[in-house]
């Protein structure tokens, strides 16, 4: 069961754009983070938000950790070539083992 | 500082067969290990992690199996390999502030 959905699954824009990518659960996370990947490479760590409300800048990206910590989104301002990639959310229940469930991942390309 | 190391890169293996992929970590002492399976372009399937040394714990059912021979070194491993156990696999050590510090990753192609 897939408890953490992304989306949109796949987004084609054009360099300047705004994109806004969301990740939603019925269930409570106690944090939530967002990760990049390039292809063939592991996913690289962006945010970590933990407080329901909270939110993150980070340069051009801002993250919104949801009142009721069941959603986050990502926002990207004037997207860039070099934010092509696919965002993954991931959320913890605060197991103790930092053991993190990942969404379905949204794959972004940005065009020159 | 650390690091995570994992190999082979790539690999292709006919069905039946084994397959042993090893990750080791650097310049930390008993890390949180994990073991991930990717599909293509989608998100991470956690398989197996680890606490300690010879501490697994399992998520899913599977053809694989997992062990912890030494502090810093986590093998993802099976008997016989299936189709379906195709896919990229990544390695990874946990720290609540610093999140998941991912290998590489192996694509493994059963053929």
């Known amino acids: 069961t897939q408890l953490l959905e992304q989306s949109p699954q796949f987004l084609s824009i054009q360099e300047g754009e705004n994109l806004t990518v969301y990740c939603n659960s019925s269930?409570?996370?106690?944090?939530l983070q967002w990760y990049r990947q390039e292809p063939g490479e592991g996913p690289v760590l962006l945010v970590t938000?933990?407080?329901?409300?909270e939110v993150k800048k980070l340069k051009r990206l801002t993250f919104q950790f949801g009142d009721a910590r069941k959603d986050s989104s990502l926002h990207i301002t004037a997207a860039q070539p070099g934010d092509t990639g696919l965002y993954l959310c991931a959320g913890s229940r605060g197991s103790g083992t930092y053991k993190y469930i990942f969404g379905t991942g949204t794959r972004l390309k940005v065009l020159a | 500082s650390q690091t995570i190391h994992q190999w082979p890169a790539t690999l292709v293996q006919p069905v039946g067969s084994p397959l042993s992929l090893e990750c080791t970590v650097e310049g930390t002492s008993n890390p949180n290990l994990y073991w991930y399976r990717q599909a293509a372009g989608r998100g991470l399937q956690l398989l197996f992690y680890s606490v300690g040394i010879g501490q697994i714990s399992s998520e899913v059912p599977q053809n694989l199996s997992a062990s912890r021979p030494q502090d810093r070194q986590f093998i993802l491993s099976s008997k016989k390999l299936l189709l379906s156990d195709s896919g990229f696999y990544l390695c990874?050590?946990?720290?609540?502030?610093?999140?998941?510090?991912f290998g590489s990753g192996t694509r493994l192609t059963v053929v």
């Open positions: 269930s409570v996370f106690s944090s």
């Open positions: 990874a050590w946990m720290t609540e502030r610093r999140g998941y510090t």
């Open positions: 938000v933990v407080t329901g409300g």
